[in-house]
């Protein structure tokens, strides 16, 4: 028998029930308690396994949640995704990862595979979305959740913090500091979270009747921040502080600050992060930064995705969770300003 193949056809025989009985029991539908312990010994003496994959070709449902990621270069994402995997897991879902740099085809390819496998739900992480592709999605009846990324206009459900009220408290905290040349590596401008923390930034140094010294889109690449660095640093009206778009590129800021520059921070320039990501607190970066509030972002995902695919008729919704300013060793910090 374990030469072969074991089928739920070879269970239903050993235990003496029909095979839809034994289907029943392994999708978790109603049986007798006497018919599920004839299943489940029978099946662990064949060493029958059952094939979610293929109940859900057949059913059209699984209990598959497929996660979308664009990179996993910024420590932040790694952290995510485990979080949101133990996190479904805990509710019975399984999770399959896919991988797409934000490239329309290379999305669209990805959730096309991810529908193929009839997966419950969809979760995107950074990856934006088209209008088409989410209403194809929805025609499928797959709901979309995004987490760290917004889409313009209605249709799709958003995780995000509060990028434009983040951006404006770190101006409000460097201005308080003292700073008259305050630099901004954004993020990408071709995504919500680099535009949005941008925009809160600005509106929060016009308020005190200032404007970025310069702006420059960091593409939450390291090798583009330290390039942007070197380009600040060289200015005649060289910042006293930069606000960096995320702690990945901030990572990167600092080093050519310290080791290619000979600068150093926050002594000639304050360098606040964005994100939190358990790197920022080590004693080589020591990085102030923005804490996205991960735990309640994820928790809000999961939420918002199973309420979805348990009710097809729930409207969706955008949720901007705010976050704290982490104070660290790498900005001046103004004199009375606590955690």
Same mark, same amino acid.
């Given at each position: 028998m374990h030469k072969n193949k074991v089928t739920s056809l070879h269970v239903a025989q050993r235990a003496g029930v029909s095979q839809s009985a034994v289907s029943r029991v392994f999708s978790g539908a109603s049986a007798s308690a006497l018919t599920v312990s004839k299943v489940r010994k029978a099946a662990e003496h064949l060493g029958y396994r059952p094939n979610p994959l293929a109940r859900a070709m057949i059913t059209g449902k699984s209990k598959i949640i497929g996660l979308v990621v664009a990179y996993l270069d910024n420590q932040f994402y790694p952290l995510a995704l485990e979080r949101l995997s133990n996190a479904l897991k805990t509710q019975g879902y399984h999770v399959l990862i896919f991988m797409a740099p934000n490239d329309e085809e290379a999305v669209e390819q990805v959730v096309h595979d991810l529908m193929d496998y009839q997966v419950a739900g969809i979760i995107t992480a950074s990856v934006g979305m088209t209008n088409d592709l989410t209403r194809r999605c929805a025609d499928a009846g797959i709901p979309i959740v995004m987490f760290n990324r917004?889409?313009?206009?209605?249709?799709?459900?958003?995780? %995000?913090?509060?990028?434009?009220?983040?951006?404006?408290?770190?101006?409000?905290?460097?201005?308080?500091?003292?700073?008259?040349?305050i630099a901004h590596i954004a993020g990408w401008n071709g995504s919500s979270t680099g535009r949005d923390r941008r925009r809160g930034f600005i509106e929060g140094l016009v308020a005190y009747d200032m404007s970025p010294t310069a702006i420059i889109d960091g593409h939450f690449d390291q090798a583009i921040a330290a390039q942007a660095t070197r380009d600040l640093m060289a200015r005649a009206d060289a910042p006293d502080a930069i606000f960096v778009g995320n702690d990945h590129m901030a990572f990167a800021v600092m080093d050519t600050l310290r080791t290619e520059l000979g600068l150093s921070i926050p002594k000639d320039v304050?360098?606040?992060?964005?994100?939190?990501?358990? &790197?920022?607190?080590?004693?080589?970066?020591? &990085?102030? %930064?923005?804490?996205?509030?991960?735990?309640?972002?994820?928790?809000?995902?999961?939420?918002?995705? &199973?309420?979805?695919?348990?009710?097809?008729?729930?409207?969706?919704?955008?949720?901007?969770?705010e976050g704290p300013l982490i104070l660290r060793g790498s900005a001046h910090i103004p004199k009375g300003w606590t955690q």
């Open positions: 917004g889409q313009d206009g209605g249709g799709i459900s958003s995780i %995000t913090s509060a990028n434009v009220a983040g951006g404006a408290q770190i101006a409000t905290f460097l201005v308080a500091g003292g700073h008259k040349r304050s360098v606040v992060g964005y994100d939190d990501v358990p &790197l920022a607190a080590w004693a080589a970066y020591d &990085l102030t %930064t923005l804490r996205q509030p991960l735990n309640r972002m994820i928790e809000a995902t999961v939420d918002t995705l &199973l309420g979805q695919i348990g009710d097809a008729s729930r409207p969706s919704q955008k949720i901007e969770i």
